[in-house]
């Protein structure tokens, strides 16, 4: 499976972005994926994740700012992320899990994408 993020940008805090992460190769519905974000020098963390079924689970930084959605119908995973603020600065990858579910740790993704860089000011 191949994965293809896009969709950063610069913007404003309290404006919206959505990303979109395409896959190619393989039987994308099957599996969980997730978004996470870096900041250089710091861990990957999960922001939101989607079982293959619909259901999601958040970081309690982003909830009820940020929404993951799925289109099985066209391989592809959105995070649409409003109210944007000044920390959700990072580079943000996609990713699927290694099954079904919304899996929350690093270890359970086996497919990345590249990452698209999300950059908030003030």
Partial sequence: VQLQASGGGLVQAGDSLRLSCAASGGT???????????VSGK???????????????????????FTISRDNA???????????????????????????????TISDYRYWGQGTQVTVSS
């Fill in 74 to 104: 066209k391989n592809t995973v959105y995070l649409q992320m409003n109210s944007l603020k000044p920390e959700d600065t990072a580079v943000y990858y996609c990713a699927a899990a290694r099954g079904a579910a919304a899996a929350v």
């Fill in 43 to 65: 861990q990957r963390e999960l922001v939101a994740a989607i079982t293959s079924g619909g259901s999601t689970t958040y970081a309690d930084s982003v909830k009820g700012r």
């Fill in 28 to 38: 994308f519905s099957r599996y969980g994926v997730g978004w996470f974000r870096q």
